[in-house]
């Protein structure tokens, strides 16, 4: 059972801002948000990751509420090469064997 | 860096046929996994480890054999290969099973049942 919601397709223009929302209201205390994405059918990429707080790193920025219950990817300037399916994922606590739970992903168009 | 390497890259199989997709990765991670990919869809896990010699099933487990014999590899064996067995196929690590602990995909094995 995925934990995650997100919209099927966004688009966004080239050189402004992604803002890529993600429902999780069912995320445990003890679970963390993951986001990946993958370019026609590629292994997955890792994006970043959070547990409560905000985080950043040279590809993106992490934005988690405070109640958990949701968050957001942004990608401060996007080019055409971030055109990609982008999955929000929950990993699961180690006592329940640590998996990832994959969603529908939202299909990110970056157009010129 | 290698990360976690998959083969082959690609394979066809004919109805009936057993074979082993083999995932290895230098990061010395205990934690191992085999996930699948139907068209549109997002991955589904298969089989797990969390060390040499301790393996488990995931939410797709049935007609997947796995076994852990070295930290290193994880291979993924098909017994008698389906045509609903058609998918891609990847295999993915981290450093322990904790949360925290950032999981690392491979490029994937194609497999088409015939």
């Known amino acids: 059972d995925a934990k995650t919601t997100q919209p099927p397709s966004m688009d966004c223009a080239e050189g402004r801002a992604a803002n890529l929302p993600c429902n999780h209201s069912?995320?445990?205390?003890?679970?963390?948000v993951y986001w990946y994405r993958q370019i026609h059918s590629q292994g997955p990429q890792y994006i970043i990751h959070?547990?409560?707080n905000n985080e950043t790193n040279e590809m993106a920025s992490l934005i988690i509420t405070e109640d958990r219950k949701s968050s957001t990817l942004i990608l401060p300037h996007a080019t055409l090469r971030d055109t990609a399916v982008y999955y929000c994922?929950?990993?699961?606590?180690?006592?329940?064997?640590?998996?990832?739970?994959f969603g529908q992903g939202t299909e990110l168009s970056v157009k010129p | 860096n290698a990360g976690v390497t998959q083969t082959p890259k690609f394979q066809v199989l004919k109805t009936g046929q057993s074979m082993t997709l083999q995932c290895a990765q230098d990061?010395?991670?205990?934690?191992m996994s085999w996930y699948r990919q139907d068209p549109g869809m997002g991955l589904r896990l298969i089989h797990y480890?969390?060390?040499?010699?301790?393996?488990d099933q995931g939410e797709v487990p049935n007609g997947y054999n796995v076994s852990r014999s070295t930290t290193e590899d994880f291979p993924l064996r098909l017994l008698s290969a389906a045509p609903s067995q058609t998918s891609v196929y990847f295999c993915?690590?981290?450093?322990?099973?904790?949360?925290?602990?950032?999981?690392?995909f491979g490029e994937g094995s194609w497999l088409t049942v015939v």
């Open positions: 993915a690590s981290s450093r322990t099973q904790g949360a925290g602990n950032t999981i690392y």
């Open positions: 069912t995320i445990s205390g003890n679970e963390y």
């Open positions: 959070g547990l409560k």
């Open positions: 994922i929950v990993r699961v606590a180690s006592n329940q064997g640590g998996k990832l739970i």
């Open positions: 990061m010395n991670h205990e934690y």
């Open positions: 480890s969390v060390g040499a010699g301790i393996t």
